[in-house]
């Protein structure tokens, strides 16, 4: 049996006797088994999907550059749901694939495939979730985004996985943040954005900085993931719209017309708002997985939103823990909009407008808990931190079940909606 919150990865290296044993359970010269069915002996199958990759050879994933060729199959009960497709995959995330043992992965399918019903597109991410007991943060919050109505909001679907034989849990399958018909759809062109606020930006990304509104040597780093390999002239574009934007927002004032929307998608910038107000998500602090679009000559759109797992009171910061208090709207780009009185008076409204859609939160939980009741004990058998916090290096709370982990996030959700109701004037 497999050592309980390890990462057993490290055993499967590429090696003369794995390629042989392959080569046995297959056909003649193969690199991969010839049964993608997982083996459920000690993780029985629980309702949910279950994604199976085999790397080529069983090649280790040691970090998130190399991308190592691979194939996926679906599978239910007894039976592959899908045909076996040609991938690569990768290490992704920053802490989360750096700090903890159940990593997330990036991978990108040879050509365009659709995966558990989602639009078919290359791009994917597996999303470990190891910090959120509930499992649930993301997906809620992905789904309320597209309740609110957002230009777009990434789709995503639970799965658990298997990764060269070897059961990984419960991951969200889960749409990456790209320019496509089905994504983020504007333009593919030099001068059509997807930009995220970034303080994790790597070595070799394009980043661009802007110091209107912080005072240091750099100042505030903003990473554009399309268009890829843009231009000087593209790049030099988009740092001059954010630093002109920002110079317009120290103009903003209580009690005159401001003109946001001249520059800004007022009612885009209040559904990604509200989405991560309501979360008190570490995350929308504009440090970083703060993203928005913009194409020349049109106003920034905010979102999609991205990573919920430490928001909804699952941070080590007490403050943040809290039920009641605005946590954003001293951020940044907020605490400028946050004078304006037209855009407090749009914030209100669309609270008010979208007050059912904020509770039916409260409803998905439930919903979803029966559909993984069964997948979270094999996912808690493999990481034992549902109830040992010794092992997990956020030191999260400890439950006594799966159900009290739901019941913790459900009764925060609960009060934070009713302390906003208290504060946003009808």
Same mark, same amino acid.
């Given at each position: /049996?497999?050592?309980?919150?390890q990462?057993e ?5 590429? =090696?003369? =006797? ?19 069915k997982?083996?459920?002996?000690e ?13 080529e050879?069983r090649?280790?994933? &040691?970090? @998130? ?19 076996? /497709? ?9 802490? =989360? ?20 019903? /989602? ?17 649930? @943060? &993301? ?6 985004s597209a309740?609110?109505g ?48 970034d ?24 990473? !554009?993931?399309?268009?890829?390999n843009? +231009? ?14 920002? &110079? ?5 004032? =209580?009690?005159?017309?401001?003109d ?22 570490p ?11 913009w !194409? ?5 759109? /905010? ?7 430490l ?27 946050f ?19 904020f ?9 979803? @808990? ?21 092992i ?14 739901? +019941?913790n ?6 009060k @934070? ?10």
């Open positions: /049996m497999e050592a309980e919150g990462a990865l490290a055993d499967d290296d590429l =090696s003369l =006797s794995v390629k042989n044993s392959l080569v046995s359970e297959g056909s003649s010269k193969s690199s991969y088994p010839s049964s993608f997982p083996n459920d002996k993780y029985p199958y629980a309702g949910i999907p279950r994604v199976v990759i085999e790397t050879y090649q280790v994933i &040691n970090d @998130r550059e190399t991308e190592i060729p691979a194939k996926l199959q679906i599978w239910g009960e007894n039976e592959s749901e899908s045909e076996i /497709m040609d991938l690569t995959i990768r290490g992704r995330g920053n802490t =989360s694939w750096t700090d903890v043992p159940k990593k997330s992965y990036k991978i990108e399918f040879e050509k365009k495939q659709s995966v558990l019903g /989602m639009p078919k597109d290359k791009d994917w991410a597996l999303i470990a979730n190891y910090y959120d007991k509930s499992l649930m @943060r &993301n997906f809620i919050s992905y789904r309320l309740a609110l957002a230009y777009y909001a990434p789709r995503c679907e639970f799965a658990e996985l298997y990764l060269n034989g070897k059961y990984l849990g419960v991951y969200l399958l889960t749409e990456t943040i790209k320019i496509g018909k089905n994504r983020v759809n504007i333009p593919k062109d030099d001068y059509s954005y997807i930009v995220e606020v303080g994790k930006y790597k070595t070799g990304e394009q980043v661009v900085f802007s110091d209107v509104l912080k005072n240091n040597t750099k100042g505030k780093p903003f990473r !554009i993931h399309d268009p890829k843009a +231009s000087e002239a593209a790049l030099n574009t988009i740092q001059n719209h954010i630093q002109n934007f920002e &110079n317009f927002l120290k103009t903003i004032k =209580s009690g005159k017309k401001n946001i929307e001249d520059w800004i998608d007022v009612e885009e910038s209040v559904k990604h708002y509200w989405v991560q107000e309501l979360a008190k998500n995350d929308a602090e504009f440090y970083t997985s703060v993203y928005f679009s !194409i020349k000559g049109e106003l920034i759109r /905010m979102g999609p939103v991205w990573d919920f797992d928001a909804f009171g699952n941070h080590v910061n007490t403050n943040i823990n809290l039920s009641d208090g605005w946590h954003l709207r001293t951020k940044y780009w907020n605490d400028y909009l004078k304006s009185d037209e855009y407090i008076k749009s914030v209100n409204q669309f609270w008010n407008l979208k007050r059912d859609e509770g039916a939160v409260l409803d998905s939980i439930d919903a979803k @808990r029966a559909f993984l009741s069964k997948a979270a004990k094999n996912n808690f058998k493999r990481w034992n931190v549902l109830k040992n916090t010794s997990d290096l956020w030191k999260g709370k400890a439950f006594s079940s799966y159900d009290d982990a739901l +019941s996030l459900k009764n925060w959700l609960s @934070r909606i009713q302390w906003i109701d208290s504060e946003v004037k009808k």
